[in-house]
Nanobody, 122 residues
Framework: VQLAESGGGLVHAWGFLRLSCVAS????????MGWFRQAPGLQREFVAA????????VYADSVKCRFTISRDNAKNTVYLQMNSLKPEDTAIYYC????????????????WGQGTQVTVSS
């Protein structure tokens, strides 16, 4: 599975962005998907995940109530709507695919995109 993120950019604090991740494979609908982020000098951290059907979504505490993960299996796409952005949200954001079930640990995902930069200015 090849994954391609888009939608990153520079935004002011309290602004919003919508990230997209398009998968190359038709079996996308059978994969759980996750979003992770990595800031300079820090480890990659879990942001959000969604089950293959979209029925289950989970979030890191730091983004709960601000970010929303969703998916459109007909378009092989997963989204991350990010509202009320803060400077500490600045990072490279990656989407990842897991053929089994959603997970919070990065090492449980088999496929990764190249990432998209999100920069939030204060």
């Amino acid at each position: 599975v090849q994954l391609a993120e888009s939608g990153g950019g520079l935004v002011h604090a309290w602004g919003f962005l919508r990230l997209s991740c398009v998968a190359s494979r038709r079996t996308f609908s059978s994969y759980a998907m996750g979003w992770f982020r990595q800031a300079p000098g820090l480890q990659r951290e879990f942001v959000a995940a969604i089950s293959w059907s979209g029925a289950t979504t989970v979030y890191a505490d730091s983004v709960k109530c601000r970010f929303t993960i969703s998916r459109d299996n007909a378009k092989n796409t997963v989204y991350l709507q990010m509202n009320s952005l803060k400077p500490e949200d600045t990072a490279i954001y990656y989407c990842a695919a897991n053929p089994s079930s959603w997970a919070r640990r990065a090492n449980e995902y088999n496929y990764w995109g190249q990432g998209t930069q999100v920069t939030v200015s204060s």
